[in-house]
């Protein structure tokens, strides 16, 4: 008798299987590994209702970052057609990553009472 299991964790072993050797493990050895992952979402989380999250903040500040190191300052036109977004949304958006840059490498000189 065959044994079939969930589509979601037979993806899951699939993908991670290939991960694994096209990061030089053995067939054998990422295939193993595949099958412990989902082993272990199984057992973890079998039988939960949840939503996978798509992960779109996290992309959105990659590209963010990305669009900021691309700038020089005078090229408002040449990165908005590239991206896509209005020259008026890519100076909020240089503006906004500036910011958070600047407040990563120089803390506050004064945070009374602030957990910053």
């Given at each position: 008798m065959e044994h079939k299991r969930h589509k979601l964790l037979s993806e899951v072993a699939d993908h991670v299987t290939e991960t694994?050797?096209?990061y030089g493990l053995s067939s054998e050895?990422?295939?193993q590994l595949g099958l412990a992952v989902s082993d272990f979402l199984a057992s973890h989380f079998g039988g939960q209702n949840f939503t996978f999250p798509r992960d779109y903040a996290y992309k959105l500040s990659?590209?963010?970052m990305q669009i900021y190191e691309e700038f020089?300052?005078?090229n408002w036109t040449e990165l908005s057609t590239k991206y896509g977004i209005t020259e008026r949304g890519l100076r909020k958006l240089i503006?906004?990553?500036h910011k958070q840059?600047?407040?990563h490498r120089q803390?506050?000189?004064f945070s009374f009472g602030d957990n910053a």
């Open positions: 694994g050797v096209d050895q990422a295939e990659l590209r963010d020089r300052g005078n503006h906004r990553v840059v600047m407040a803390p506050q000189l």
